[in-house]
């Protein structure tokens, strides 16, 4: 086997190699942590651009994020700069958003999420006055699981069923084999209020009825640190991390696909991309979709825990059906982030996870980053994408059939409801269905967030950070530990540092 450097590298750079496959947000803040401790790195993207599900695309003049949109625990982020020196500020205007979101029931009543602990309970009170006290017990059991499940938990690696054992009494005693919903119903009364309290880990491919009540958390971190949007688009973050990531004399390259990770001696040695070209590396990071990674990259000789057929039986999360569109004119009593409710919760949710069956209904994510930032669309404009969970592919739909239908059904309902006149308005329209997140993201099964989060697809469950296949392998990004949601990715990155060697131990 012969293998040969990336062109773009200069020949005199002595640095251990690392190449990243895929430039989403954890393989990006992988690339930075790696550039910081001494190696030379080379990020792989297939698609002509970075970012990942965390891309942006152009049309007609008005500018869409194709991913992630809430961005929460900043901090995370400005770790990333001060390891090259810098300070976010410089690259990234990253403003708070108040309310974080406004959540539309389907009977028109509302609830504003926001940080302001007195609003909080104000807005619990205009709903429910009984559920005040219930709602304050919940915020506290939250921020208890918060300081366990993530202080201690998300960046660290669970590489042995020993990391797992010595946090399974901790996890009990917060109530982990709960869901999220029976946390939540625990402490409020409310239907409405027990929705509202309760979704959140559909942010992360989570189903709210089932999944451990350790994303209860996510409630928690939304109200102490808040959230925000990053000026020109949450793709504003991806390219302040190229930029980085170029400053420490490290390179990108797109449309370089990789075909399969190359192993020598049961450890990764480097790629052969779609073309045939072959590039050496010191140690691989995938950011790829975990399972697709080992189904796809890694030949089945060198794969002993995840076989095609343990993927095969695996869980994998909902996917999504988006809608980008803009519009002539523009909507100004509409929130940057509205969350519309369909008349059904738990049996729609039903549907997308157990039965994946196409409901006729759904709930709405309505994302209107003009409200924030006008220079997102042309003038008198509004830039907006909607977003419904819907089953992932293995429930069968055929999409070049059922796109088209099911936006139609969205259009009249938002019409219905926050956007009147809609049809009329729009002068620009791009739809995602969960096939082009299997054909453009190689996500299996078309999932948007990997692996399912339930409990036996967690922290050890879940694919390790070092991958448990093969030595010098090492996994980021929504499928590894700790999971989906910009929170997840980049802890998974942060992670390397102690699971990756420093370059220096390979000089």
């Known amino acids: 086997m012969k293998l040969h450097p990336a062109p773009t590298v200069p020949t005199q750079d002595r640095r251990p190699h690392a190449v990243v496959i895929g430039s989403g947000f954890g393989g990006l803040a992988a690339a930075v942590r790696l550039g910081a401790r001494g190696y030379r790195v080379t990020v792989l993207e297939k698609l002509g651009g970075p970012g990942g599900r965390g891309g942006v695309f152009k049309q007609d003049g008005f500018t869409f994020d194709a991913g992630p949109t809430i961005v929460t625990l900043p901090s995370l982020f400005e770790e990333l700069w001060t390891l090259c020196g810098r300070q976010m500020s410089d690259d990234v205007d ?33 709903l429910s006055p009984g559920d005040v006290e219930g709602y304050e017990r919940f915020i506290a059991e939250s921020e208890d699981i918060y300081k366990v499940g993530f202080e201690q938990m998300a960046d660290k690696p669970f590489s042995s069923i020993t990391d797992m054992l010595k946090v399974v009494p901790q996890m009990l005693k917060l109530g982990a084999l709960r869901s999220v919903w029976g946390h939540v119903a625990k402490h409020v009364a409310d239907p409405r209020l027990r929705i509202a309290l309760s979704f959140h880990p559909l942010f992360i491919g989570g189903n709210p009825l089932s999944v451990t009540s350790i994303y209860s958390m ?18 504003s973050l991806v390219k302040g991390l190229v930029g980085l990531i170029e400053g420490q004399g490290n390179h990108l390259r797109y449309n370089a696909g990789v075909a399969e990770i190359l192993v020598k001696n049961d450890r990764a040695c480097g790629v052969r991309m779609e073309t045939g070209e072959e590039i050496a590396a010191d140690i691989v990071v995938s950011n790829a979709d975990s399972a697709a990674t080992y189904k796809n990259l890694l030949p089945a000789a060198h794969r002993r825990w995840w076989s095609d057929r343990r993927l095969a039986w695996s869980r994998y999360s909902m996917s999504l059906f988006i809608w980008h569109f803009g519009t002539k004119g523009t909507y100004p009593d509409v929130a940057h982030h509205t969350i519309l409710m369909g008349p059904r919760y738990h049996t729609l949710i039903a549907d997308i996870f157990q039965a994946k069956t196409l409901a006729k209904d759904f709930s709405l994510y309505l994302y209107r980053p003009t409200a924030t930032d006008p220079s997102m669309a042309p003038k008198g404009c509004d830039s907006f994408y909607v977003l419904s969970p819907v089953p992932h592919l293995g429930g069968g739909q055929d999409w070049a059939l059922e796109a088209e239908p099911y936006r139609k059904a969205i259009l009249a309902e938002l019409e219905r409801t926050v956007l009147p006149g809609l049809g009329a308005k729009i002068v620009t329209s791009k739809v995602v269905t969960p096939v082009d997140f299997r054909d453009g993201l190689s996500s299996l099964n078309g999932a948007a967030f990997g692996l399912e989060p339930a409990f036996t697809q967690s922290a050890w469950f879940r694919p390790h950070n070092k991958s448990e296949e093969i030595d010098r392998l090492y996994l980021v990004g929504a499928g590894t530990h700790p999971g989906a949601g910009l929170p997840g990715v980049l802890s998974s990155a942060k992670i390397l540092d102690t699971v990756v060697p420093d370059a220096s131990v390979l000089v």
């Open 218 to 235: 996510i409630a928690f971190l939304e109200r102490r640190w808040g959230v925000h949007f990053a000026m020109g688009g949450t793709h």
């Open 94 to 126: 990253l403003r708070p958003l108040t309310p974080f979101y406004t959540i539309r029931f389907n009977d028109g009543e509302t609830f504003r999420a926001q940080s302001d602990p007195e609003a909080m309970r104000a807005e619990v009170a205009r």
